[in-house]
């Protein structure tokens, strides 16, 4: 079975500019989520989506945002871009929401620089 | 304070020995715990999974929750050069099963 898949692998911005990264989830899971990593936060959870719907949602400014297709893959933006944006951004995908299932299943990540 | 404490090391030990690796939280509500394994450039592995207290085994890993301390604890035993990487600790609420929250992760070097 094929596992999350996350595009681009690597990107470049410039501040001010806005970028999108999608997430396909391996098949059959419904539950997306997405992750910040730095190397000073460490990993830091943004939001997660299930049946397009967001069901929980992180401390990141209005900037970030996602979405969920009916397909269950996934997409973020970025909008406004700052230099503190720039990190690997980790999709995770988990087969339901009940109770005790929900192992998560991480992607590559993108590695979003912005200069 | 963090709600999840993970010792960064670095932590460096000869090949074969047996690695022990911690986490404390402070949010008694943590019901599901993980450790995850990520080498450099790429995305974590689910390594452990388990519910509540108690040990969980799979090869070489030893999950161990001891929910009364707040303490989990990921042992790898007979540990190889291939084991280098960052291990995590993740855990999360029952009732807020898509949110992980994660300690900073601890180096591992397994030296030939």
């Known amino acids: 079975k094929a596992g999350v898949t996350q595009t681009p692998r690597y990107l470049i911005k410039t501040r001010g500019q806005q970028v999108t990264l999608s997430c396909s989830p391996i098949s059959g899971h419904r539950s997306v989520s997405w992750y910040q990593q730095t190397p000073g936060q460490g990993l830091q959870f943004l939001f997660e989506y299930f049946s397009e719907t967001q069901r929980n949602k992180g401390n990141f400014p209005g900037r970030f945002s996602g979405r969920q297709f009916s397909n269950s893959r996934s997409e973020m933006n970025v909008s406004t871009l700052e230099l503190g944006d720039s990190a690997l951004y980790l999709c995770?995908?988990?087969?339901?929401?009940?109770?005790?299932?929900?192992?998560?299943?991480f992607g590559p990540g993108t590695r979003l620089t912005v200069t | 304070q963090k709600e999840v404490e993970q010792d960064p090391g670095p932590l460096s030990v000869p090949e074969g020995a047996i690695v022990s690796l911690n986490c404390t939280y402070s949010n008694s509500a943590f019901q599901y715990f993980m450790w995850y394994r990520q080498y450099s450039r790429k995305g974590p592995e689910l390594l452990m999974y388990?519910?509540?207290?108690g040990n969980k085994e799979d090869g070489r890993f030893t999950a161990q929750v001891d929910k009364s301390s707040k303490y989990i604890s990921l042992f790898i035993r007979d540990s190889q050069p291939s084991d280098s990487a960052t291990y995590l600790c993740a855990m999360r609420r029952s009732s807020n099963t898509g949110k992980l929250i994660f300690g900073q992760g601890t180096t591992l070097q397994v030296k030939p």
């Open positions: 388990t519910y509540s207290s």
């Open positions: 995770a995908s988990s087969w339901t929401q009940q109770v005790h299932e929900g192992e998560q299943y």
